[in-house]
């Protein structure tokens, strides 16, 4: 009982599943028709073959034919052989090729919206998900489903066209030898049932190793570095290893499951063929049909069970697709945890106030990062964020820029709750400088536009001499077309701190954000950051987090925080002058400084 409910389920969802799929071919009903058409003329030439060989053998084995007849007979039939086979090629290659041009931009939407959708989910969202995972989502997956429209869904009804067709020509040309050989279909039929129950299984088993796979390829090979330095390279490939091993089993039994499909369908099809030779023989003999009849017959019934043999492959790739196609509509039914509210403005020009007022945020349930959390930016000021690791500084700038949404509170942007500011308004005046930068593999000049038309190479220069960056820019033999490497590995971390801050200014921000900007660059890289952020401090709001107190201590106000909540605030003399947290913090890289 249980598993017809689910076997219910299952085909409802399949429903479901071709329902969507089909939405992504309706743009294109015009090229589907002219397949379609197509089809129907390779079908309908298809048959002609087995008709005009049968007919040469009862036109040679005729007696009342003369020789000359029967030249005739026979050159006009080897005509027509041959312009059908033209005909049939043609209308495949056709047929062919469009179906190609539909799968090609098929996939290229379904990908755009793939991608789209992931650009759309919190930065939460992704984080929980291996990238190779998407990976996997976004190219293999949408390159399985584009193969069902190219080969499978038409070649079906193709198929399926053929296979009436020549049972009704079976019908016609003798009833009793069609009604023997169809005796084998309700085993056919019962053999495919349980063919797709099993075949699907196995092929979510294989997508989900696949997405293992390449999940653990790519965080392994990005974390390549510090495998080595620890030695645990063996460890790395046993693992690997296993990933592997558990994705070919996954594929044996795929196999397994196809392998003893389709010599079943043969079978039958052989049973078939020993039916029709032993009844149609008695059926010559007794004269009921011509031997050229029979050869028609016997032709035909081969050509019954060839596309049925096809299905076999075909409803191998439709599993694949609907396994696939599971995966891709489990990420475009992914909610974003963000999204913008239906009132939600625009943001014409940001002063650069912020305020939090009573806030309080966890990414996990009864964990508490922020508690109850309250201060004010004024418009130009420069305000750090100092405290222990764990304490909520990076938080505070990720609500900032809203990559998450707040529990309890409100978060004001120049008097405007957060949450009724556009995200994109919002973040168009926020410069962020981080002290995990990303380079992308392009050049340093598109690295710092983001390959924003609207930057000119002079904001690109003027930003980069800004900040320092020029500095090593120039000595480059390409200067800003030199080839970032992957992740920026041919440059040093001051260097790609330069080009990220350049990436900042050069949309001029109202407000610029620095998380632990100078924590991995050298004294050199850090005094040429200081005097930019000197100047910034003259154009923008700045908010700072930062480990050390010797960058911050020019700030207009510094917030230490401790376990969520915020235990000490002032300038940096006001706080020496209490001789708290703040003070105890100095004291220790002061002696640390005088150590060194």
């Given at each position: 009982m249980r598993d017809d409910f689910e076997d219910i389920i299952r085909e409802r969802k399949d429903r479901d599943i071709l329902k969507r799929l089909y939405q992504y071919v309706l743009p294109y009903k015009k090229e589907f028709l002219l397949v379609f058409i197509l089809m129907a003329i390779s079908v309908a030439v298809q048959l002609l073959p087995p008709f005009l060989i049968g007919y040469t053998v009862d036109t040679i084995a005729n007696e009342t034919f003369t020789q000359s007849d029967k030249l005739i007979r026979i050159i006009i039939l080897s005509v027509v052989f041959l312009v059908s086979i033209v005909v049939s090629n043609i209308a495949n290659y056709l047929q062919s090729i469009t179906l190609q041009r539909i799968g090609q931009q098929t996939v290229v939407t379904l990908r755009d919206e793939v991608f789209t959708h992931i650009e759309s989910l919190s930065i939460g969202q992704i984080n929980e998900v291996p990238v190779g995972k998407l990976v996997t989502r976004t190219i293999n997956d949408t390159n399985t489903v584009s193969e069902m429209y190219t080969s499978v869904i038409v070649n079906l009804i193709k198929n399926v066209l053929y296979i009436s067709a020549i049972l009704v020509a079976l019908f016609i040309i003798s009833y009793r030898l069609t009604l023997w050989m169809i005796l084998i279909l309700p085993v056919v039929i019962v053999t495919s049932f349980i063919f797709?129950?099993?075949?699907?299984?196995?092929?979510?088993?294989?997508?989900?190793?696949?997405?293992?796979?390449?999940?653990?390829?790519?965080?392994?090979?990005?974390?390549?570095?510090?495998?080595?330095?620890?030695?645990?390279?063996?460890?790395?490939?046993?693992?690997?290893?296993?990933?592997?091993?558990?994705?070919?089993?996954?594929?044996?039994?795929?196999?397994?499951?196809?392998?003893?499909?389709?010599?079943?369908?043969?079978?039958?099809?052989?049973?078939?063929?020993?039916?029709?030779?032993?009844?149609?023989?008695?059926?010559?003999?007794?004269?009921?049909?011509?031997?050229?009849?029979?050869?028609?017959?016997?032709?035909?019934?081969?050509?019954?069970?060839?596309?049925?043999?096809?299905?076999?492959?075909?409803?191998?790739?439709?599993?694949?697709?609907?396994?696939?196609?599971?995966?891709?509509?489990?990420?475009?039914?992914?909610?974003?945890?963000?999204?913008?509210?239906?009132?939600?403005?625009?943001?014409?020009?940001?002063?650069?106030?912020?305020?939090?007022?009573?806030?309080?945020?966890?990414?996990?349930?009864?964990?508490?990062?922020?508690?109850?959390?309250?201060?004010?930016?004024?418009?130009?000021?420069?305000?750090?964020?100092?405290?222990?690791?764990?304490?909520?500084?990076?938080?505070?700038?990720?609500?900032?820029?809203?990559?998450?949404?707040?529990?309890?509170?409100?978060?004001?942007?120049?008097?405007?709750?957060?949450?009724?500011?556009?995200?994109?308004?919002?973040?168009?005046?926020?410069?962020?400088?981080?002290?995990?930068?990303?380079?992308?593999?392009?050049?340093?000049?598109?690295?710092?536009?983001?390959?924003?038309?609207?930057?000119?190479?002079?904001?690109?220069?003027?930003?980069?001499?800004?900040?320092?960056?020029?500095?090593?820019?120039?000595?480059?033999?390409?200067?800003?077309?030199h080839i970032v490497l992957e992740r920026g590995n041919n440059f040093s971390s001051g260097q790609r701190q330069l080009i990220s801050f350049a990436r900042a200014l050069v949309y001029e921000p109202s407000l610029m954000i620095l998380d632990e900007a100078t924590a991995n660059i050298d004294s050199e890289t850090e005094e040429l950051i200081q005097e930019s952020m000197q100047k910034m401090m003259n154009i923008s709001t700045m908010i700072v987090v930062a480990h050390r107190l010797s960058t911050i201590q020019y700030s207009d106000k510094i917030i230490l925080m401790q376990k969520g909540e915020i235990k000490e605030e002032g300038n940096h003399q006001e706080l020496l002058r209490q001789k708290g947290l703040y003070y105890n913090l100095y004291q220790l890289q002061y002696d640390e400084a005088l150590q060194k």
């Open positions: 797709r129950r099993f075949s699907r299984m196995s092929y979510r088993r294989v997508r989900a190793n696949i997405a293992e796979v390449n999940a653990f390829l790519s965080e392994n090979l990005s974390g390549m570095k510090v495998t080595q330095i620890f030695n645990q390279e063996q460890k790395k490939k046993d693992e690997f290893v296993d990933k592997t091993s558990a994705l070919r089993k996954s594929y044996l039994r795929e196999i397994l499951v196809f392998g003893i499909y389709r010599p079943t369908i043969y079978l039958m099809a052989m049973f078939g063929t020993v039916i029709v030779l032993y009844v149609g023989y008695q059926e010559v003999m007794a004269g009921i049909i011509t031997a050229g009849f029979l050869f028609t017959y016997y032709t035909l019934v081969g050509d019954f069970f060839q596309p049925i043999q096809q299905l076999a492959e075909e409803f191998n790739i439709m599993q694949s697709a609907f396994a696939s196609a599971e995966k891709i509509f489990d990420v475009l039914d992914t909610p974003p945890t963000i999204v913008d509210a239906p009132d939600a403005i625009d943001l014409p020009t940001f002063s650069g106030e912020i305020e939090f007022k009573d806030v309080w945020f966890k990414y996990i349930e009864d964990e508490w990062v922020l508690r109850g959390v309250s201060f004010k930016v004024n418009p130009g000021d420069t305000v750090a964020f100092v405290g222990a690791t764990g304490s909520g500084k990076t938080t505070i700038l990720s609500l900032i820029v809203r990559n998450y949404d707040i529990q309890k509170g409100q978060i004001l942007i120049d008097g405007i709750d957060i949450k009724k500011i556009k995200r994109s308004s919002l973040r168009s005046h926020i410069g962020q400088m981080l002290q995990d930068v990303f380079l992308f593999n392009e050049t340093i000049k598109n690295n710092i536009t983001l390959n924003d038309d609207n930057i000119t190479d002079e904001a690109v220069i003027q930003a980069s001499e800004y900040v320092g960056a020029n500095t090593f820019i120039d000595k480059l033999p390409d200067k800003y077309e």
